[in-house]
Structures are given as C-alpha cells and as structure tokens.
C-alpha cells in the first residue's frame, strides 16, 4: 500500500512491528539476567536472574515459533531471501557516502524491504548467531537432565566448552543489536527507521 502524495510506503505490517519490538525486549532482558547469571553484576539476586533468564528465553522461542508461522503463511519470508544487487553501492553508501551527503542507493519497496547488506546481516542472524545461542543455551540451562534425556554422549562438552560457548554467543548478538540500533539512526531523519517501525509507513526523502 503506497500514499504517493505523502511520499511514503506502508512497509511493515502490526504483527511484524510487535514481533520486532518484543523480540528487542526480551534480549535486552536476556542479556540483563544472563550477565547477571555469568557474574558481570549482582542486579536483582543470582537465583531471580535464572528464573527470568529461562522465563524470557522460552517467551521468544515461542514469539519465533509463531514469527517463524508468519513469515511461512503470508510469504514474509521472501523479503528475507539474500541478493547481490546493488550490495556494493550500499556497503559503500555506508562506507563514505553517507558522511558526504549522498542519497541512498536503496528504496524499500513492497516486494523488498530491506537492502542487501540488510539482508545478509539477518542471515547471519538467523544462521549462525540464533541457532549457536539458542543450543548452548538450551543445553546450558538443562545439563543435568542430559542422562535422563539420553545425551550423555554430550558430557564431554561439560560447562568449561558450553557456558563461554553462550557467553560468546550472546556477545555477537549484542553486538548485531548494536550495530542494528545504529542503522537506524542512518535515515534522511535521525528517527525515520525507527518511526516507520512504529507506524508501518517508510517516508522517502
């Protein structure tokens, strides 16, 4: 749906704008109460962090659960596929371009929404970040059922291999938040990006 005489493009849509900003939610929460587990701070007491820690964890496994249904159901999921085209003018976009004032070499449209170094950005996510912080969590959180759950082939790993495992995990994924809070700060306005992943509508400048 476009509103050519405002210039805009209603990008997001309401399942997808609260799917973005609960999954946000329940990292921020998860990273609180994980670093609080590892010992970084003593917050809200050892013994609250994991309660909290394992309640937020399973709340966005099953928002994924249902995100991942969304996607799969209303063909979301093709907004998600990874491309070349024109990744070499964006990465340079944001390389220099955009310190000296140039138009971005992208516009959002309703058949893609994201650019290229986007995308490749979310596979990285959805790939190697997601599925490493989400099996080392789950097996952290759960490693004396291991016997009982008939992976006890997997003690060699003990908590010395799969508590940094997470820990580094959960670094990378701060680091994508980061990186992915900064993004949206690179509109033809300091607040556009996250403005239409308030409202829905992209603003073109």
């Given at each position: 749906m ?12 309401g ?8 999954q ?75 310190f ?12 893609r ?39 006890g ?20 994924l ?32």
């Open positions: 476009t509103d050519n005489t405002k210039n805009r493009i209603y990008i997001f849509k399942f997808e704008r609260f799917w973005h900003w609960a946000a939610a329940l990292i921020m929460g998860m990273a609180v109460t994980g670093f609080e587990i590892h010992g970084t701070y003593a917050l809200i007491g050892f013994k609250a962090a994991v309660f909290w820690h394992g309640t937020l964890a399973w709340t966005l496994i099953i928002l994924w659960i249902f995100a991942i249904f969304w996607h799969l159901t209303t063909g979301e999921w093709r907004h998600y596929i990874p491309t070349t085209d024109k990744l070499i003018s964006v990465a340079m976009f944001y390389g220099y371009g955009i000296k004032g140039e138009p971005h070499p992208y516009k959002p449209t309703l058949l929404k994201h650019n290229p170094l986007q995308l490749l950005a979310y596979l990285g996510f959805k790939l190697f970040m997601a599925p490493l912080i989400w099996v080392s969590g789950i097996l952290y959180l759960y490693i004396n059922e291991w016997t009982a759950w008939n992976l082939w997997l003690d060699w790993l003990g908590l010395e291999i799969i508590a940094p495992v997470h820990v580094a995990a959960a670094f990378f701060i680091i994508f938040l980061v990186g992915h809070v900064y993004m949206t700060t690179m509109g033809h306005t300091f607040f556009a990006h996250i403005k239409a992943m308030i409202t829905g509508w992209e603003e073109h400048s």
